[in-house]
């Protein structure tokens, strides 16, 4: 059966990271994947990677249509015109494991939707921290968020059985509007407890930016109205799984700036994980980030 993995690249302005990006796939040990690379700044990075000496058949590249029209936009023009039967999303900072894609397929046979644990790094890849390392979980809808509970995009899914599209009219959470688009076709998912994925957290990147809590309570708070309003046809479970997390997640908004002035550079991660696990599942046994797999 045809696996191919069409991995999307939406790219901004990154010539400063596309090349240890790139290389990162080329390296993976699983060899049956493409490049959709996304050009969302009317840059030409196949002749910017062709004088990396940086090139392969399996590329290939795009345009948004425009400058700055956002990863969602770009993400869709991808999922619009490839055929392959798997699909990734890979950002233009973020780098793969060299084993990501071979775990991931391998996984698909059972579950069409495959997540993993992150390896949190900064622009210079200094580690930071993990973010849902520890054993292999059979996730639902409803429990995904309480294991990986920073970033949605790192996952890899079968076509065939779960697929969606990313909402521009979002500022924020596009990731996770879009994930549980594949959960009403995808009652259960695989998360592979392996840091197997590179998250490169930017000074100057949304999730570090001085001015983003606004978008990021306006785009939780309307997930939460959709989920209200049956709009991803999920079960009442799997939404109460979901909102619960989202209230949290809110409260944790919420607090994060005077907790960020008490401890200057603290994480996302590591204010709301603390909110997290004092009500966390009982089913999903102890918290995550603690586990000591190894990429």
Not at 13 to 26: F, G, P, R, W, Y
Not at 139 to 160: P, Q
Not at 171 to 187: E, I, V
Request: hydrophobic content about 40%; some cysteine.
């Amino acid at each position: 059966m045809d696996q191919t993995v069409a991995v999307i690249t939406p790219a901004w302005k990154a010539q400063a990271t596309i090349v240890n990006t790139v290389q990162s796939l080329l390296a993976q040990t699983y060899p049956d994947w493409q490049l959709w690379l996304v050009a969302d700044d009317g840059f030409d990075y196949q002749a910017y990677l062709a004088a990396a000496d940086i090139s392969d058949p399996r590329f290939r590249f795009l345009s948004s249509g425009g400058s700055g029209r956002g990863a969602s936009i770009a993400r869709n023009v991808a999922l619009e015109q490839i055929t392959a039967p798997c699909a990734a999303i890979l950002d233009a900072d973020d780098r793969l494991k060299p084993r990501k894609l071979e775990l991931a397929v391998a996984a698909l046979a059972e579950h069409a939707i495959v997540s993993t644990a992150l390896d949190v790094m900064t622009d210079d890849f200094r580690h930071l921290r993990n973010v849902g390392d520890g054993p292999d979980l059979v996730l639902s809808a409803g429990t995904h968020k309480w294991v990986s509970l920073s970033m949605d995009s790192m996952i890899v899914w079968d076509r065939r059985r779960a697929d969606g599209r990313y909402d521009p009219t979002m500022s924020n959470m596009t990731d996770l509007d879009f994930l549980l688009q594949l959960y009403r076709t995808a009652p259960t998912s695989m998360h592979l407890g392996t840091p197997l994925h590179d998250y490169i957290k930017r000074s100057s990147s949304m999730s570090n930016g001085k001015n983003v809590a606004a978008g990021m309570i306006a785009s939780k708070t309307e997930i939460l109205r959709r989920l209200a309003t049956g709009h991803y046809g999920l079960p009442a479970q799997q939404v109460d799984g979901i909102a619960a997390f989202l209230r949290i997640s809110l409260q944790a908004e919420a607090l994060y700036q005077a907790a960020l002035a008490a401890r200057p550079g603290l994480l996302f991660e590591d204010h709301i994980e603390s909110m997290l696990n004092e009500k966390r599942p009982t089913h999903l046994g102890r918290p995550p980030g603690t586990g000591t797999n190894d990429a």
